[in-house]
């Protein structure tokens, strides 16, 4: 079975640096494309990032010079280094799972609250 | 970048009614468009991949259509369980892929 589980989020002061973990079951996270979603309290979807199998990475205008994707094939896991957050990075992080590069993202994790305040 | 434009951004309507949700992309897409369900609280569910694709699972009421910028969502018979949100999502260009603003279903 397909698992995606998050971790690693929590409230963090504006400036401050946070890395989020994503760790697949069910398949193999360096055969796909894995990226990170986002959703502001109340907002909408905002992609942020994804990593190809190739190791090929890329990020969203809003965090691109501040958040790092990146794996640990023998664990299984992406993660999202985060760092000089903001207060708009404020969102639930949702890992997502692409098995082409131009697929939908069909599975997801039950996502992690990343809250940055003072 | 691709931009895509839901409309409407928010929906009345009742038990047993058909609804369409409409998608516009900045440029053309081909059939590289996804459909998404979430719930409060809950992560998105992939609903309709390739414009018209039924995910696996996913009842068929739900239906997809179109190419190229113009795509439509649509409910044939609305269940109380489809009360949602929806989103469209393009995975045609190199990164960034962007979402639609989302559709907001409620009951009237």
């Known amino acids: 079975e397909v698992q995606l589980v998050e971790s690693g989020g929590g409230l963090i002061q504006p400036g401050g640096s946070l890395r989020l973990s994503c760790a697949a079951s069910?398949?193999?996270?360096?055969?796909?494309?894995m990226n990170w979603v986002r959703q502001a309290p109340g907002k909408g979807l905002e992609w942020v990032s994804v990593?190809?199998?190739?190791?090929?990475?890329y990020y969203a205008d809003s965090v691109k010079g501040r958040f790092t994707i990146s794996r640990d094939n023998s664990k299984n896991t992406v993660y999202l280094q985060m760092n000089s957050l903001r207060a708009e990075d404020t969102a639930v992080y949702y890992c997502?799972?692409?098995?082409?590069?131009?697929?939908?993202?069909?599975?997801w994790g039950q996502g992690t609250l990343v809250t940055v305040s003072s | 970048d691709i931009q895509m434009t839901q409309s409407p951004s928010s929906l009345s309507a009742s038990v047993g009614d058909r609804v369409t949700i409409t998608c516009r992309a900045s440029?053309?897409?081909?059939?590289?468009l996804n459909w998404y369900q979430q719930k409060p609280g809950e992560a998105p569910k992939l609903l309709i991949y390739?414009?018209?694709s039924l995910q696996s699972g996913v009842p068929s009421r739900f239906s997809g259509s179109g190419s190229g910028t113009n795509f439509t969502l649509s409910i044939s018979s609305l269940q109380p369980q489809d009360f949602a949100t929806y989103y469209c999502?393009?995975?045609?260009?190199?990164?960034?892929?962007?979402f639609g603003q989302g559709t907001k279903l409620e009951t009237k």
């Open positions: 999502h393009q995975s045609y260009s190199t990164p960034p892929r962007t």
């Open positions: 440029q053309s897409i081909s059939t590289y």
């Open positions: 997502a799972r692409d098995t082409s590069g131009y697929n939908p993202l069909d599975y």
């Open positions: 990593i190809y199998t190739g190791g090929s990475t």
């Open positions: 390739g414009a018209s």
């Open positions: 069910g398949f193999t996270v360096s055969t796909n494309y």
